[in-house]
């Protein structure tokens, strides 16, 4: 697969005059007995289209928790999430539920495939329950799963593909539907690193290919210095830092 590592160093100039996720001052605060958690606290950034953007910082800073509001899974108790101009913030859980169906892709430390269906059918299915017919969902499947390397894996099912088949798989799906965001947590964090290696590269292949904005949490600094920028979660806040502070 080819190299399409970003170069280390200030990230690209956005193309667009909005940004596709823009996170304003969003606090989250967890209450323990009479103790209160603010696990974030005033964390704002942008993410602009075909942008991959690492998120870094210790376990049980709050990355998991700063994706899931970020995804609409979780309500923050101030602050916005504005994803392509609409803030989101206050929508009910069908419009929630909509918007992440049409603007968002997620991936998971564990690829979380339907065992009974093939990779291709895998990847094609958000888009059929998005209405689109069966042809084009396949077509569009194969597409993606091709550019992964899998083209040779299509009628496999989950249990029949190594463990980096399955995550490119999971990412293949995750984009199928065009998201114009997607939010990955530890991607490759279950894999070797050679296998994790291999995903990693066709993971920004994706991204550059489609467009995409990406917001990735990882521990793995090596892959987050690839990134085009890099955001750590310090004390509730988002803080870019340079490449060479990991």
């Keep these: ?10 990230h690209r100039q956005p193309l667009r005059s909005q940004p596709v996720l823009r996170l304003a001052a969003l606090t989250r ?3 323990q007995a009479e103790r209160e958690i603010r696990v974030l606290d005033g964390a704002s950034a942008d993410f602009w289209p075909g942008e991959a953007v690492a998120l870094v910082g210790p376990s049980g800073a709050g990355k998991s928790t700063l994706l899931h509001v970020t995804g609409l899974l979780e309500t923050p108790n ?23 169906r049409s603007e968002m892709g997620f991936v998971y430390q564990f690829h979380q495939l339907l065992p009974e269906f093939s990779a291709l059918e895998n990847v094609a299915m958000p888009l059929m329950i998005q209405g689109t017919p069966r042809a084009a969902a396949k077509a569009r ?16 099912r989950p249990a029949q593909l190594s463990g980096g088949e399955q995550q ?10 065009q998201p114009k965001l997607l939010l990955a947590d530890e991607p490759t964090g279950n894999l070797d690193p050679e296998t994790s290696e ?25 892959l987050a210095k690839r990134m085009h920028r890099i955001l ?15």
């Design 78 to 100: 101030s602050g916005q999430v504005i994803v392509d101009g609409r803030d989101c913030t206050g929508l009910d859980d069908n419009a929630r539920t909509s918007v992440r």
């Design 1 to 10: 697969m080819q190299d399409v590592t970003p170069q280390a160093g200030p």
């Design 168 to 177: 490119r798989t999971a990412i293949c799906r995750a984009l199928a539907p």
């Design 141 to 156: 499947a194969a597409e993606l799963l091709g550019l992964m390397g899998l083209e040779a894996r299509l009628d496999h």
């Design 198 to 222: 291999y995903v990693f590269q066709g993971l920004l292949a994706l991204i550059t290919t489609t467009g995409v904005a990406a917001l990735i949490a990882t521990h793995n600094f090596d």
């Design 29 to 31: 605060i967890f209450k």
């Design 232 to 246: 750590r979660l310090d004390r509730g806040k988002l803080v870019e830092i340079q490449h060479s502070q990991l």
